[in-house]
């Protein structure tokens, strides 16, 4: 194949940071990328991947954490025959030093082929492209020094948390903490997979959901309170003298009317009717604030289209406190699991586990009563068992 | 023997000194200009965060990059948020503007800030694509790259938007990264059934396991009992591709047919209305590599539209129920094609039962 790559350099060009520049870098060190180059080119031409399906590999006593990759033409691309992907477990809220990134760049640098994933699309480290001999030198490297391998097949993927307590004054539980103990006691199920699909945890903080735990998560945390947002008028008559229109962008936009403006005044004056949605607070950080009595909603279910359609998790728990040693959150889980790997087919996720076996039948199994916040409306048929 | 399970790092030790001190006490922040955020405590702490784009597929130099910038000004600390955008903390307001002056020499944009009236384009959450998927319908950092070079203005912060806009890319319906609740959704679709290789499947795949992963049932055994292999009832198959996720004599890729759809209107936020799934409004565009103009000049389109006609704080999904659908591909001038009218599961709940429309 001649190495003209006309296409792929294309998008040298442009104002966004371009990713054929940083292959073109990692190139200079490493033959694989400079095959890398010539097979995304490839790929333009065709229009078509030019990967192989899978291939099992991994590291010794782990089942995940490491996906298999082979070229379709390896005699033409013989420096990416196996270019497989190391998935490894990132720190809570994406915090580092550079001293640790150094690391991981030192040790990629060594042994795979430089290109990575800052970060995944699940939150893990992608170390992007590693001889199959390199697998396990690379893994003895990066545990050493304090790295370990993230989720991947029919496992626990590894959890994520938004920035929370970290950074963030909406954090209603402390998503990093709970997310660190969670990852850390569930090793087993995170590197040996023992489930009939994936499985996914991840917590957000507030109603805003900064990780998409709703959309993406089977086991969904997601911060709220239940007394009333705290409001500093002071800090509204702030807003107010720069001219920030607040009954237009605010009060007219609290979906309950929950809010008004009163002589000036800015007043939760239906506090009952509050859903905790975070509009006004999102609008006026300075002035209004979530409440004290602070936890999170639990919520099942979510997942992509694959295989009924796509899902958004759906409330089981409306509040619970969140404290460490988390033992409640914990065992819900665990019982969730149970039910799931009992009767859950594979590549059945839970949310379609559910649906074909009923709400009420989970309910049941995981000890959970029911409560109208589990649902939008009662059922509108007649049709249910006594059973 | 090097140990196992010793898990990720402890995040506790890769905070900066300010956030040890002041973890869980924030108590409010603002956004001084597109990328510069100010957090402040309760104890009157201050930390300030600078945010810059990234095309997520990077090499190690690039991140020892990042970490020079740290190491000079942060105390060696940053992060990434769940939008691949690096982050620079620090407590001291004067180094706000050298952060910013080396990022941009690196040629890293700062922006992808604010949530509300007047807020930024984020970085698009993305998956491998042809970079290093085999199931991939389309490429995801091509695609994204060519994208971002349009809508850069948005990132950036010198053309606005209503509310915040999260716009993300998948190759293939597997969608990681859950990108079904995105305002702008560009998903990589195959429109042909798999080309069945039957000396693979003899070797390779269980049948009744290939038969059983189909949603709709379009896969059977082979007629012929001497062919070890299955057959697809193309009146069924909606190349979903999950028979070729169980099974590597199943692929879907195909030049002509493989392309895009885009959705849009989706959310997680909770905020005013709670959150709700992309919808599809284009089916299909072509994959035009390198620069997919098809796809980059919809999207832009798309994003026009809404900044033109959203009211300030509306979400694209917010601003769609607002004005209503029928309006919406009115505005935008795109077609309504059948295969936007939902007949997989669930599909009635799409369907209009009421004669309130909007016809002008």
Redesign the interface.
Known sequence: MEDKTPMVDELEKGPWPSYVKELKRAAKKHDSVKDLIKVQERSFQRKMTQWKHGGIVGVKGYGGGVIGRYVQNPEEFPNVAAFHTMRVNHPSGWFYDTKALRTICDIWDKHGSGMTNFHGSTGDIILLGCTTEELQPTFDELSEHGFDLGGSGSDLRSPTACVGPGRCEWACFDTLGLIYDITKTYQMELHRPPYPYKTKIKASGCPNDCVAAIARSDFSLIGTWRDNLRIDQNAVKEYADKKFDIQRLVVAKCPTEAIELVKGKLELTHPEDCVRCMHCINLMPKAIRPGVDTGATILVGAKAPIIHGAVLSTVLIPFIKVQPPYTEIKQLWEKIMEWWDENGKTRERLAELIDRMGMPAFLKAIDVEPCPQMVNTPRANPYFFWG | M??????????K???PDV?KKN????????ILKPGVMK?VAESGDE?Y?VRA????????????D??NV??KYCD???????R?N?EF?TPKKENVEPIIKELNKL???VGGTG???GACLSNV????G???????AS?A??IV??L??EL?DY?VGKKTLPAKTRLSL?CC?????????SDVAVVGMHTRIPNIDHEKMRAMCEIP?VA??C?TKAIRRHPDPNIKSVVVDETKCMY???C???C?AM?L????G?GVAIFVG?K??????P?M?SRVVVPHLP?N???WPEVVNTVKHIFEVYADNAR??ERMGEWIQRVGWERFFKLTDLPFPVQLIDD???ARDTFRSTTQFKWT
């Open positions: 090097c140990p196992t399970d010793v898990g990720p790092p402890d995040f030790t890769m905070l956030i973890y869980g006490k924030w108590k409010y922040h603002e957090h930390l965060t784009g990234s095309p997520k597929l990077v090499s190690t130099d690039f991140i020892r990042l970490c740290a190491d060696g600390h940053l992060r990434f948020t769940s691949y690096p903390l040629g890293l944009p949530s509300g009236p959450i993305h998956t491998q042809w970079i290093h998927c085999h199931g991939a490429d950092s091509g790259k060519a971002m070079d850069y990132f998948a319906l597997n969608m990681c990264g859950a990108i079904h609740a396991t059983a992963s949603p979903c591709g999950n070729f996720t169980v590597p692929p890729a195909n030049a002509e493989d989706g997680v936020s909770n905020a005013r209305k959150p799934f994959n590599p390198p620069r300030m704080g997989f599961e669930l």
